[in-house]
């Protein structure tokens, strides 16, 4: 399985927005709605934490300043109202035809 | 609510192999999937296998050779095995949880640092 298509990195002021596109196949994100986003903060090795669930569910106390979308074989997550705390790798992961899960290559998100 | 907890073996041998448990406390073991997750140093995550709490399991097919994931449910533990290990599986070893309904991880461990060297 190929790992989903992730931009390396992307950037915005405060109180920008700002999208991260992932982009799979039909075999994964354009097949089933079960695509999700994880925000990992600094320092390496700190655990993700899911913000987007089932493409654009947020998890209780996530911020509706963050949203989730797919198109496609392309799911996007937008952050709104960009804050410094924002500024964080962020990863993507899809369910696969072959009932694994595979992620994106990550984001970094550096809020200027 | 419900927190995963790696062990901690630090030091891995080249050729030798890897063995890690995964503690699941405070939440049913039940219905989820249980997975190991990977992430090499200043790289991405890297999705590892997973395992049913029936037992049926799935793995990355670039590291299906060398992985076991195995269960114990009347502990609440699930374990990773990982043979032949060598310098690229350098990596913080992450236990989680995976949503039976979406498939994503809800659940994180702390993670644990493994390091292959002689």
């Known amino acids: 399985q190929s790992a989903l298509t992730q931009p390396p990195s992307v950037s915005g002021s405060p109180g920008q927005s700002v999208t991260i596109s992932c982009t799979g196949t039909?075999?994964?994100?354009?097949?089933?709605?079960?695509v999700s986003w994880y925000q990992q903060q600094q320092p390496p090795g700190t655990a993700p934490k899911v913000i987007i669930y089932a493409v654009s569910n947020r998890p209780s106390g996530v911020p509706d300043r963050f949203s989730g979308s797919k198109s496609g074989n392309t799911a996007s997550l937008t952050i709104s109202r960009l804050q410094t705390e924002d500024e964080a790798f962020y990863y993507c992961?899809?369910?696969?035809?072959?009932?694994?899960?595979?992620f994106g290559g990550g984001t970094y998100l550096t809020v200027l | 609510q419900v927190q995963l907890q790696e062990s901690a073996p630090g030091l891995v041998k080249p050729s030798e192999t890897l063995s890690l448990m995964c503690n699941v406390s405070g939440g049913s073991f039940t219905t989820y999937y249980w997975s190991w997750i990977r992430q090499p140093p200043g790289k991405g995550l890297e999705y590892i296998g997973s395992i049913h709490s029936s037992g049926s399991t799935n793995y990355n097919p670039s590291l299906k050779s060398r992985v076991t994931i195995s269960i114990d449910t009347s502990n609440n533990q699930f374990s990773l095995r990982l043979t032949s290990m060598t310098a690229a599986d350098t990596a913080v070893y992450y236990c989680?949880?995976?949503?039976?309904?979406?498939?994503?991880?809800?659940?994180w461990g702390q993670g644990t640092t493994v390091t292959v060297s002689s």
């Open positions: 992961s899809s369910y696969t035809n072959i009932y694994t899960l595979v």
């Open positions: 989680a949880r995976i949503h039976p309904y979406y498939y994503g991880v809800d659940v």
């Open positions: 039909s075999s994964d994100v354009g097949g089933y709605d079960r």
